[in-house]
């Protein structure tokens, strides 16, 4: 036999599932083109396959935070509209402008640059202005907009840059009916008007983030931009699940047991002995650690599906691995553990650890590290060929077979 052995862990993407994403998010702006954010390797699920996925759904637009991000996407042979955002002084605006890439430029510093860069290249540089409407990070100031405005349209008007868009950014869209909503939307309306004052005529003024295109159309504009909502997480547990917006979580994240051995009652896990056994049980040893992306904070509470039920973390979550105590239940090295999926199998969702946690759903899936291999299902044999997915690889086949036997949130004899 020529079986090749599961990985110690993996971190399985649904990229069938991620264009369904995409298709739903469309449906509910359909007046605004869409673009799927996948900035930080496309929040942990890999940036070039998750971009193409989300191009072939029809979003109409890629978005990274920095400008390397962008030129990754770039080389790896991503072609249409793309915007990056986060940019420091003496970043690689040429490379950018060279690569057509929109650029976004909250301050005069940045207009510099990007002019610089421009005619050095000899070439038209893509620019987005951002407004600071309420959120206090990058953006311009209300104060300083006329005059970022006016040396735009004075560099538009010397050929060094085309402005592509006005832009902002919610601080609490994700709050249902929180005080500074309204403000933030009128100010960007009031700022947007200032440009067109000023001679700027953009393409496209975005304002939406993921929950502001699940909740708030009035901020639709022309363009939204979609983030952890394209990976099927829901952007604030206030505004409902994952399903509620007809979004699938796309990743499922797995492991082999280590180890599966029996110890007497009385008998420590792990470092400090947070945990000791009640009576003689089972325990299972999960080859991922904090190093991995598994939040330290969640030992004692973090839920792990083994053998049919959910188990919680006992001890410490260790650099490489943790433990879960299985009672009297049978397992055996090799298993399968499931830490968080779209909950077919009833697992897990990264939700229910983000709040073993205290923390967002966004971060359990970006953190996810590098030692766990991304194993993508559900590619396109044609980039721009007509559906004919490839068949379902045989873990997700398995998955899919057990999902109507799932022993949904059962609980484990010891926890």
């Not at 420091?88 to 605006?93: K, L, Q, S, V």
């Not at 363009?223 to 505004?239: F, M, Q, W």
Request: hydrophobic letters at 45%; glycine letters at 10%; aromatic letters at 6%.
């Amino acid at each position: 036999m020529n079986e090749t052995p599961m990985p110690r862990a993996r971190a399985v993407v649904d990229l069938a599932a991620l264009r369904a994403n995409v298709r739903a998010l469309r449906a509910h702006a359909p007046r605004a083109a869409l673009m799927a954010v996948v900035k930080s390797d496309g929040y942990g699920h890999g940036a070039v396959p998750c971009a193409r996925a989300a191009r072939q759904a029809g979003a109409a637009w890629i978005g990274t935070a920095t400008p390397q991000e962008a030129l990754a996407l770039r080389a790896a042979g991503d072609v249409g509209r793309l915007m990056c955002w986060l940019w420091t002084p003496g970043d690689p605006w040429r490379a950018a402008v060279e690569a057509d890439i929109d650029v976004s430029v909250s301050g005069m510093w940045a207009l510099r640059e990007v002019v610089a860069a421009a005619r050095a290249a000899r070439l038209v540089a893509r620019v987005q202005l951002k407004a600071d409407t309420g959120l206090g990070r990058s953006g311009c100031m209300p104060a300083d907009w006329p005059e970022l405005t006016a040396a735009a349209r004075e560099a538009e008007t010397g050929g060094a840059i085309k402005v592509t868009g006005v832009w902002s950014h919610f601080a609490c869209a994700d709050e249902p009916g929180h005080p500074s909503i309204a403000p933030q939307l009128a100010l960007f309306g009031e700022m947007s008007e200032q440009a067109a004052l000023a001679g700027l005529e953009p393409e496209v003024r975005h304002l939406a983030n993921s929950a502001a295109l699940l909740t708030l159309p009035e901020a639709h504009f022309d363009l939204v931009r979609t983030g952890i909502a394209v990976y099927g997480v829901s952007p604030s547990p206030e505004l409902g699940d994952p399903a509620d917006f007809g979004l699938r979580p796309v990743m499922t994240l797995a492991a082999s047991l280590a180890s599966v051995k029996r110890v007497p009652d009385g008998h420590g896990v792990s470092y400090g002995h947070h945990y000791v056994t009640p009576a003689e049980t089972t325990l299972a040893l999960i080859p991922v650690g904090y190093a991995d992306g598994i939040p330290r904070h969640a030992s004692g509470t973090g839920p792990v599906l083994v053998a049919g039920k959910w188990r919680t973390v006992v001890g410490r979550i260790a650099m490489d691995q943790f433990v879960v105590d299985l009672g009297d239940d049978k397992a055996e090295a090799g298993d399968e553990a499931l830490l968080f999926g779209p909950g077919d199998r009833g697992e897990p969702t990264a939700e229910d650890w983000a709040r073993a946690a205290n923390t967002i759903a966004y971060e359990i899936v970006t953190r996810i590290g590098t030692r766990v291999p991304r194993v993508h299902t559900g590619v396109r044999a044609s980039e721009n060929g007509e559906p004919g997915e490839n068949a379902a690889s045989a873990e997700s086949a398995a998955h899919a077979a057990n999902a109507a036997n799932a022993e949904n949130k059962s609980t484990g004899s010891a926890t």
